[in-house]
């Protein structure tokens, strides 16, 4: 019953105060938010405010606010930090408005138009003045290529220059020499343009970017110069190649099923992937070179008119070079690219055959380039019937490549 008693009376206690709960009699009570101690002063008093006291704006109080913001204005002799003055004269503005006095129409200053510069420009100018470079002004016969292309960011207008000029520098790194005397007994130059010529044909039907063709045949050739490889397993390094330039270059590259299934099942799966491992390992997985499609992109928007000639004209004449196993080793990317240009220009009758822009974007002379260039021209005279590599002839004989190949050879290269 006792038990009983005290929970009855532990019931009738009121909600919401603990059994320990200190007495009302300590004038204890939780403090405001803001009263922490934390501000400078420290205590309450830091943060008492005056009391605001809100006035209505009659005519006669408008006015002497206004005259009070003009005596003030005219009595600050030093400089008013920035804001001040807007804020005064908004300030002014409300007094004139509740006095009635009408307020002075300010001049609508437009905003002037600055040329936006990128942090990339800024950046490069600057460290150019910091090293003593002064930009050299373009000579009056070099036509600017990238004006069209000022406002788009993807064309890296402002550094392009600099890109191509270090893609020259390291061209060399991913240039093979003569290696077949020397690393490779079973196979010649002729097997390596039959490999080259089928992988056209093989880049033709996937549909492939051109990058990759350029890529896979610099693959190849790396490759065959450090690496001794049988007559049996060249077509295998071939589409192991195409792999691994797929896999770097496209969005959605071949299977492993599809290089099998176009080589008649010559090789399984597991064949061409260990010999892409190889071929990795070996390159020490360098792929990042300038082929010359690279240069080939710029040089052809160098060519002042490009059209789709032009342009088919020269892709006709390097791809004829990429079978050529003499025209690899003894040229520069660089130059390939600039010698197909100046043949394609040559064959299609385009004057002036070299122009002071192609000089200075490509960097060579006409008289450096006609070395090259004849050999790619021999190429073209002997493409349908002669040649027995016309994988390249085909495609470009084709009304979608605007038929170039069917074109006759330039006479002054070929003579």
């Known amino acids: 019953m006792a038990s009983r008693a005290a929970v009855v009376q532990e019931q009738q206690q009121p909600r919401g105060k603990l059994k320990n709960a200190p007495a009302a009699a300590d004038g204890r009570s939780r403090r405001a938010l803001g009263d922490i101690g934390n ?34 204005d005219k009595n600050n002799n030093f400089k008013k930090p920035a804001g001040a003055e807007n804020a005064t004269a908004i300030l002014a503005g409300k007094a004139a408005g509740a006095a009635g006095v009408p307020e002075k129409k300010k001049e609508v200053l437009k905003p002037k138009k600055h040329n936006k510069k990128s942090l990339t420009s800024i950046l490069s100018a600057r460290s150019k003045a910091a090293c003593g470079i002064a930009k050299k002004p373009k ?15 993807l064309a890296a207008v402002e550094y392009v220059e600099d890109m191509y000029n270090f893609y020259k520098l390291t061209e060399d790194d991913g240039r093979v020499a003569d290696y077949m005397s020397s690393q490779q ?46 007559r049996r397993e060249l077509q295998l390094v071939g589409i192991s190649s195409m792999l691994i330039a797929c896999k770097y270059e496209e969005i959605w590259a ?26 990795l390992g070996r390159l020490d997985w360098y792929l990042t070179v300038p082929t010359p499609y690279v240069f080939l992109a710029r040089y052809i928007k160098a060519s002042i008119p490009v059209d789709k000639e032009m342009e088919n004209m020269t892709f006709f004449f390097a791809e004829m070079g990429l079978t050529n196993y003499a025209a690899m080793t003894n040229y520069r990317p660089s130059e390939l690219a600039a010698a197909a240009v100046y043949a394609a220009r040559c064959t299609l009758a385009r004057t002036p055959e070299w122009t002071g822009t192609l000089e200075h974007h490509t960097g060579y002379s006409e008289d450096q380039l006609v070395e090259c260039a004849r050999v790619l021209a021999s190429f073209h005279g002997g493409g349908g ?13 084709s009304p979608s490549r605007s038929a170039v190949a069917l074109f006759p050879p330039a006479k002054r290269l070929t003579e």
Do not use: C
Request: net charge negative; aromatic share 6%.
């Open 139 to 153: 000579d009056e016969l070099v036509a600017d290529i990238d004006a069209e292309d000022a406002g788009n960011e």
């Open 39 to 72: 501000l400078v002063g420290g205590g309450a008093a830091a943060v008492e405010t005056k009391p605001q006291i809100n006035r209505p704006v009659t005519r006669s109080f408008g006015a002497q606010l206004l005259a009070n913001a003009q005596a003030a």
């Open 385 to 397: 019937e002669n040649n027995k590599l016309k994988a390249v002839w085909r495609k470009y004989a």
């Open 254 to 279: 071949p299977e492993v099923s599809d290089f099998t299934a176009i080589s008649d099942d010559a090789y399984v799966r597991e064949q061409v992937l260990i010999m892409e491992k190889a071929i």
């Open 185 to 230: 007994p079973e196979i010649n130059a002729k097997m390596r343009g039959i490999l080259v010529d089928w992988l056209i044909e093989v880049h033709k039907k996937f549909e492939l970017v051109p990058e990759t063709l350029y890529l896979t045949v610099n693959i190849v050739d790396r490759f065959l110069s450090v690496k001794t490889v049988s």
